[in-house]
């Protein structure tokens, strides 16, 4: 019998664990280990909440967690209720799948400044995720600024965008939609380094701006490159790049029946927030040309009033004590998914933020195939049954799936109308709502 822990419930942890069932059946154990009382990680409170067809996901990963082979072990934090060397003890292989939880520090005067925030804070606020649910933004300035070139810039600034109605059928958190209907921000601008061929921004996501009730799109004609270069790009990007033309080309009626506006501001990059009474109040950006791919500055400096920043630069790994982590990639130190003996990662903990959900699955049984090759049978370590031992004997409030269950359920008898579910958003009322 091969024991398996796979540290994170999100994608890539429960790929992973799909891939060990395929791999081995009823030859394996697989615990799913997750700091919170709920699955599905990423999935749950980093997704936009008016993606739901995205969410829908779950439902496969739900029936990878709910045979006998693999089980979910909410509330257990790993690094501070059970050091990894413990778990290496009790396991044949453990696979860490932590995803990249914390954003990537904007590395400018003034970052640290009132209503600047990070996305995977922001995001998490919106979403409902407990580290964030007090972020308490204020949205009662004008201008918003969302620094970034992703698909995670294009959600901040929708979601910022929409009216009450549009949430319709989305799974936004109350407080965060009591929010936003009183917000007062008209202007958004996307502020990105380089120019639009080099995007990372999907068509899908950009389509959507063009369907907004009250918000348009606007990006200047200037900083679009000749059309004729557009037929160099992969096919994705060049259907991108469309849409960004067909911003620029909207006319300004369209704009003008619209009260919130959503401006692109190509090769800019930010270089100092300015505050005003420790809360800010613009930003100085810096003009840049783009030279074999990199943004360059040029000198040339001008302010942009900015009430609310929303930093979309990317994701890092947290570390845990005893794992060798990559300070320059943000990610666990690893050579092909391997860290030390019995010790691997996968998704974005092994290869940093990139990719799609989808991209995780390969990863997932790509891992597997590794660990297979380094444990063959297993090793005859005691596994689930030594690791319920341990947390009996620290006292560990444990989480199961059938008590998500009872949360998921909870969740979706409090919903409002039309909406599929309304989430806890701290740990005590999920634990509270599992019952006895």
Known sequence: MRHIAIVGSGPAGYYTAEAAVKKWGEEARIDVIDRLPVP?????????????????????????????????????????????AELGSLYDAVILATGAPKDRTLAIEGADTANVFGSAAFVGWYNGHPDFAALAPDLSGSHAVVIGMGNVALDVARILAKTEEEF????????????????????????????????????????????LERAAPEVDAADLPPEGDDAILEPGLRKSVTLVREFAALPETARSEKPITI?????????????????????EVER?????????????????????????????????????????????????????????????????????????????????????????????????????????????D???F????????????????????????????????RGA
């Open 40 to 84: 599905y990680g990423l999935i749950r409170t980093g997704v936009a909440p008016d993606h739901q067809s995205i969410k829908a996901v779950s439902r496969r990963y739900e029936k990878t967690a709910t045979g006998e082979t693999v089980r979910f072990v909410g509330n257990v934090d790993i690094g501070t209720d059970i050091s990894i």
């Open 168 to 211: 319709a059928g989305s799974d936004i958190v109350a407080h965060a939609l009591d929010a936003l209907r009183d917000s007062r921000i008209e202007h958004i601008t996307i502020l990105g380094r380089r120019g639009p061929h080099q995007i990372m921004m999907t068509p899908k996501e950009l389509g959507e701006l063009l369907h």
């Open 263 to 283: 401006t692109f501001d190509f090769f800019a990059s930010p270089r100092a927030i300015v505050s005003d009474d420790g809360r800010i109040s613009a930003i």
């Open 288 to 396: 840049t040309k783009v030279e074999l791919g990199r943004a360059v500055g040029t000198g040339e400096t001008y302010r942009m009033p900015a009430d609310l920043l929303v930093s979309c630069i990317g994701y890092q790994t947290s570390a845990i004590e005893g794992v060798p982590f990559d300070q320059r990639a943000g990610r666990f130190a690893n050579d092909g998914g391997r860290i030390l003996p019995g010790l691997y990662c996968v998704g974005w903990a092994k290869r940093g933020p990139s990719g799609t959900i989808g991209t995780n699955r390969p990863d997932g049984y790509a891992v597997i195939d590794l660990v297979d090759e380094d444990i063959g049978p297993g090793a005859r370590k005691r596994g689930r049954e030594a690791f319920d031992e341990l947390i009996a004997e620290r006292g560990l």
């Open 398 to 400: 444990v989480v199961t």
């Open 402 to 433: 059938r008590d998500w269950r009872k949360i998921e359920e909870a969740e979706i008898a409090a919903a409002r109308e039309g909406a599929p579910r309304e989430k806890f958003v701290d740990i005590e009322s999920m634990i509270a709502a």
